[in-house]
């Protein structure tokens, strides 16, 4: 190992050590350090392993890679992962640093790393990756990431760069993701085939509604959420391709999860995800999908994705002054349309609380709440609570949707009255964006029940 | 008594919530019993002079916004250039707003032509200005701030025959240079706030709803609405703006 690299890594790995006695999570620093002292950090740590499986897109990356890793590890393939870090560059060396050994080569052959949508094509360009997952593309936090053309400009580009050593898994419902591929990689796509979950129409804030070759409008005969479907160029000849790796018999069971028919080769199983709604059905869809593209026998991808415990905040439920709290993060405007689509498929009446930041984790600009399409909740929601740095603009966007709501702008004071209106073995729900997620966690935590996300 | 709403290409040019400056219209309407119809105006069809009241152009991405440039010139401007002669009121944002302008420079290529119906023209810009926006509004059109946010890379640069719509407090404006924002003249609007802008700044909503009501049905008044949520809404934007320049 190189001296430049060692002295990197020892730095690294004491400033985790550092942060961590003085109880902060410690996911950036330690990779910052290294990289400044190495640029080449990430190339050379992930040397190591010969199978890293990267997982990107704009909704989903952090289930799915769960999802992934889950999967792995029932099939007793050791690996590590960067859930220590974040899914940035400078994340993913802060957890390859944490696993490097000084001397010698890691135990594990295989890395599984979720890589946000922009670092993806660093990340790529560094390492030689053996599997891609993309999962989806829509509109998210523009003033962080730009617009969503931007991010796949920067993908085409990306894949172009692979060789036929990595194997892309596309979903050929997006048809921002399906057009990936113009490059020398594999190609494996995965989608749903289930004509009964049809929309009938495209939402307002569906993304890719024009053809990517020829810029004419999209016709589609299915429409399963946002602008993910089957669909077919007005004009030119593109086409959603056929996967090869597909969800068909979809059952959505509300908040308790939903089952479906995994096809393959004409191998069938079906799979019952305790993860609510069609979102993470993809996630289960595209995990699977990687799993069998491993070799790993469907029964054991069956059972590791039944015995699932969902990510931090990512439609958990957990339990707080006798109340369970569902919880799942809100970041844009599908992810919301699809989690109030889940939560408010049944007719009895909600407690809800949405908090909005707009710190720049959460994204500064709130424009993208009026995306969303609130009525289901307007209509059903027994009682509405809205808190966070905006709010106030959630509680007009409301307004305008027709539902009133109680606001408390501090965000432990509407969680204690959140808790306060719920009745005993109640469950009410909790829409925060990111960092007040971690603040209302950390709130509850105080009142006895999850652990730090850092550990989870 | 009715208001008829044009949105001109509601998929393509709607990246950024615009759609809450659609909906503060009619909600605004509604409360007060007036009928509102909204046309959703799509790319391919030729627009007819004179059934539209109000329209409303948003901000798209700069591929749609190519596209939607030369379906303008060949399907609607004719139109266009027709109502906005004879009085009807225009809300348009961010690309929308360039594309009422005279043009759009890029880096490279041909410049893209607008249809000229506000003196202004865009210059592609290096720096992206994104952040909050507040501006003090034009004296002699409204009193107070309006409140937005802004994501643009374009420059744009007034001419004679318009007013800037207000002189920035917070964020880059127009150009980042001038510390101008917007764009006006008569009934006809340009800006780069969205946040989205009207449900904000509930006065200037209710501005252009008087105006297209007027152009259609002569004198008309408004009756006062309960705005306590929209003014807290703009107040509390107007305090992060200031904690966040």
Known sequence: MDIRLQTALLSAKASRKLLRRFGSGATAAPGLVAQYIDKDSLRKLAASYPNIILVSGTNGKTTTSRLISAILEKAGLAHIDNREGSNLTRGLITSLASYARLSGKPKEQTAIFEVDEAALPYVVSQINPKLIVLTNLFRDQLDRYGEVDTIRRLWLKSVENLDSATTLLLNADDPGIASLTKTRAKVVFFGLEDPKLNLEKLPHAADFINCTNCGSVLNYSQVYLSHLGAYRCSKCPLTRPNPQVSAGEIHLNDLKGANFLLLAKKRTITIESPLPGLYNLYNALAASTLGLQLGIAPTTIKTAIGQFKPAFGRTETFVSNSKKIFTSLVKNPTGFNEVIRTVFSGQDKKVVLIAINDLIADGRDVSWLWDVDFEPLAERAQKVFVSGLRAADMQLRLKYAGAASERFDDLEEAAEHLLAFAEKGETVYLFPTYTALIKLKAFFAQKGLTANFWED | ?245
């Open chain 2, 1 to 245: 008594m009715q208001l008829t709403i044009g949105w001109l290409y509601p998929k393509q040019m709607s990246t950024y919530g615009d759609r809450g400056n659609i909906l503060t219209l009619q909600k605004r309407c509604q409360w007060r019993n007036i009928g509102t119809r909204l046309i959703e105006i799509e790319p391919e069809s030729r627009l007819e002079s004179g059934k539209i009241d109000l329209y409303f152009f948003g901000g798209g991405q700069d591929q749609a916004q190519e596209v939607v440039a030369k379906d303008l010139k060949k399907f609607k401007k004719s139109a266009l250039l027709e109502d906005a002669g004879k009085g009807a009121v225009f809300l348009s944002i961010c690309g929308g707003y360039q594309l009422l302008g005279k043009y759009y420079q890029p880096f490279a290529g041909a410049e893209i032509e607008g249809i000229g119906i506000l003196d202004v023209h865009t210059i592609a810009g290096k720096k992206r200005l994104i952040g909050n926006v507040a501006i003090e509004s034009n004296p002699l059109l409204l009193r107070g701030k309006l409140i937005g946010f802004e994501n643009h890379s374009g420059k744009t640069y007034l001419g004679k025959a318009v007013e800037p719509l207000g002189k920035i407090i917070i964020g880059g404006g127009n150009n980042g240079e001038d510390r101008t924002e917007g764009a006006w003249r008569k009934n006809i609007f340009g800006c780069y706030l969205h946040g989205p802008l009207l449900p904000k700044n509930p006065r200037f909503a209710d501005l252009l709803i008087e105006r297209a009501l007027q152009y259609r049905w002569g004198d008309v008044g408004l009756t006062p609405l309960d705005d306590k949520e929209e003014i807290a809404a703009h107040e509390s934007s107007f305090q992060r703006a200031k904690i966040q320049k």
